[in-house]
């Protein structure tokens, strides 16, 4: 059985005592949903030391930022981020807009005093991300935060795989291998979104879907990749231009066709400081695979095995058992020991993706109380941009081993 209900008005009057934390986010769809979901249920959930107030969202179309503000639960809407920021009721701003614009809305923001929680990749380039991480190292010394959204890290499992690993359960590390899947562009007459256009997103699959798997992998190793080998295609060119605002990852289409300027698949080897070896595969024309994140660890103790398809499962094989009995098994993460799930339901009641931009919420929530530098930060969206850089570098120099700048 679970847990006594609380009494109606206990949660609220204690949360009432607490220290606001007046959150404003820019951006409303795809991201801009699942942001305001964290911040709406991290207080309701999670025992925090200060309470998130979703003071208000900001985007261009006023009907649609207002009809977004309602449906999601924001005290007020704004049509100009520059307004959002210049508010007094604002301490943290959230940017779940299309890369073109995280630099220039990250570094108003920290100039004016606020928190800063931006959606990943960083940036677009890795000028970009280098000012703002710089800015964020200043920031940092006046009492301001800033992080990076990579929400993989917060599911239960890979917290939990992550744990594993530091407590030296696999041993040595060796191989690791990522997969990141998707098939929504598969149809050639899906219509040429922001996402197939280098100008806004910076890159395709490899920003969009290499992004987490590099920096999973980063997190999960403990250690930086040292250099990267790799290839890069698109597969189609030229697309139908959207008729109207996306939905989700898609839209309408209209009259006229437009050219994709980004890469639709990327497939890269690369090494960690230690020696250790790795590959990576993003693509978003596996026909048949929508949200398909696999990963892989292999130690001289053990082995680590994941699937974001059934992301309330880790998959671990102890080398040093007897070979008569030895073999992977399942860990079903869903005990109260296991990372984040302690504040859920009771064991074998599984959570979902939307419960990673809660514990994302949880976490900055916990980092500004007590002043401490956020994880993953800007620092380490950096470091994850210059990968990027890399491998891009690579796959245009016909696969060419390129070191990671540092």
Known sequence: ????????????????????LRVGMV???????????????????????LRPELAV???????????????????????DWRDLIARDDVDLVDICTPGDSHAEIALAALAAGKH?????????TVE?????ASAAETAYERGQLAMVGFNYRRVPATALARQMVADGRIGTLRHVRVSYLQDWLVDPQA???????????????????????????QYL?????????????????????????????????????????????????????SGALASFEATRYATGRKNALRLELNGARGSLAFDLERLN????????????????????VTEPDHPYVEAWWPPGHGLGYEHTFVHQARDLVHAVAEGRRPDPSFADGLQVQRVLAAVEESAEKNSVYTPIAV
């Not at 951006?27 to 030391?49: C, I, K, N």
């Not at 800063?116 to 677009?124: D, F, H, Q, S, Y």
């Not at 998959?315 to 058992?321: A, I």
Request: with cysteine.
């Open 1 to 20: 059985m679970g847990q006594p209900e609380q009494p109606e008005g206990v949660e609220e009057s204690t949360g009432a005592q607490r220290p606001p």
């Open 27 to 49: 951006g409303y769809a795809f991201m801009g949903a699942a942001h305001s979901q964290g911040w709406r249920t991290a207080g309701r959930v999670f025992d925090l030391p």
């Open 57 to 79: 969202i900001c985007g261009r179309d006023a009907a649609a930022v207002r009809a977004a503000a309602d449906r999601h639960g924001w005290a007020a809407a704004e049509t």
């Open 116 to 124: 800063v929680l931006c959606e990943k990749p960083l940036a677009n």
């Open 128 to 132: 970009e991300a280098e000012a703002m």
């Open 191 to 217: 219509p040429l979104t922001w996402r197939l256009r280098r100008e806004l997103a910076g890159s395709g699959s490899l920003g969009d879907l290499g992004a987490h798997i590099v920096d999973l992998a």
């Open 221 to 273: 190793a403990g250690e930086p990749l040292a250099g990267v080998s790799a290839l890069t295609e698109t597969f189609v060119r030229e697309r139908p231009l959207p008729g109207g605002a996306a939905r989700g990852l898609s839209a309408a289409t209209a009259a006229g066709t437009g050219q994709v300027t980004v890469d639709d698949a990327a497939l890269f080897t690369g090494r960690f400081a």
């Open 313 to 332: 499962e880790l998959w671990f094989h102890d080398g040093t058992e007897p070979d008569t009995h030895a073999g992977f098994r399942r860990i079903l």
